[in-house]
């Protein structure tokens, strides 16, 4: 597992330049919340607008999740923990006032940009 990285993915990488190219401008891996521990991939501070770009093994992609054969178990509830901590951090966030925006790594580049522009243009207007 050393060798998963845990930000600055190809998938990551390619949505924030796709995303600078068409003009905005964000911050990367900041905790939208001091007192949560949670990092947001891509953040837009002032409209308070958190990205996140997951993994589809790790966050239980209902496309493309695999579970490993090999102790089943184990890796059964790591994986069961790391969706149950992303929905309370959604629900923490919300709850603030923030807006999250959950990506998967599969998602084009396109639809991903698409969808981080509609949610700035609704927190804009």
Excluded: Y
């Excluded at 992609?61 to 069961?80: I, Q, S, V």
Aim: net charge positive; with cysteine.
């Amino acid at each position: 597992m050393l060798s998963n990285r845990g930000k600055d993915t190809i998938p990551e990488v390619r949505i924030r330049s796709a995303l600078h190219r068409r003009g905005f401008r964000f911050s990367k891996h900041v905790r939208p919340l001091p007192d949560l521990r949670c990092t947001a991939d891509i953040v837009f501070p002032r409209l308070r607008i958190a990205v996140f770009v997951d993994g589809c093994f790790w966050h239980g992609c209902p496309m493309h999740a695999t579970r490993p054969a090999t102790n089943a178990e184990w890796w059964a509830a790591k994986l069961d923990r790391t969706v149950q901590r992303d929905q309370h951090n959604v629900e923490v966030l919300e709850a603030a006032g923030w807006v999250c925006v959950r990506v998967w790594e599969h998602q084009s580049v396109d639809e991903v940009c698409q969808l981080v522009g509609n949610a700035v243009t609704r927190r804009r207007t």
